[in-house]
Nanobody
Framework: QVQVAESGGGLVQPGESLTLSCAAS????????MAWYRQAPGKQRELVAG???????NYADSVKGRFTISRDDAKNTVYLQMNSLKPEDTAVYYC???????????????WGQGTQVTVSS
């Protein structure tokens, strides 16, 4: 069984920073793509940042230059460094992992439980 745990959310003032972490544990052979999504009240869930197994990254236009996604495969962990936070960044943030549990096996999509990020004005 694979488990995914998120941490790092909280309440901050505009301009401050937060770092989110998402760690997978259990029977893991490898993790392909990793990503962060967010969902604000009354809005659809949107992709914030993604990173491939080779380290290529992609960001939503709204966070480019402010957020950085990274991964540590030895720890089965993905991070989201968020700088210069704005009130419009307020949302529940979810990590997403494509996990392979055995060699030549299929990947399965896992979601974190979500962590609240609130940026006051």
């Amino acid at each position: 069984q694979v488990q995914v745990a998120e941490s790092g959310g909280g309440l901050v003032q505009p301009g401050e920073s937060l770092t989110l972490s998402c760690a997978a544990s259990g029977s893991i052979f490898s993790i392909n793509a990793m990503a962060w999504y967010r969902q604000a009240p009354g809005k659809q869930r949107e992709l914030v940042a993604g990173i491939t197994s080779g380290g290529s990254t992609n960001y939503a236009d709204s966070v480019k230059g402010r957020f950085t996604i990274s991964r540590d495969d030895a720890k089965n962990t993905v991070y989201l460094q968020m700088n210069s936070l704005k009130p419009e960044d307020t949302a529940v943030y979810y990590c997403h992992l494509d996990i392979v549990t055995r060699v030549a096996g299929p990947f399965q999509r896992y979601w974190g439980q979500g962590t609240q990020v609130t940026v006051s004005s």
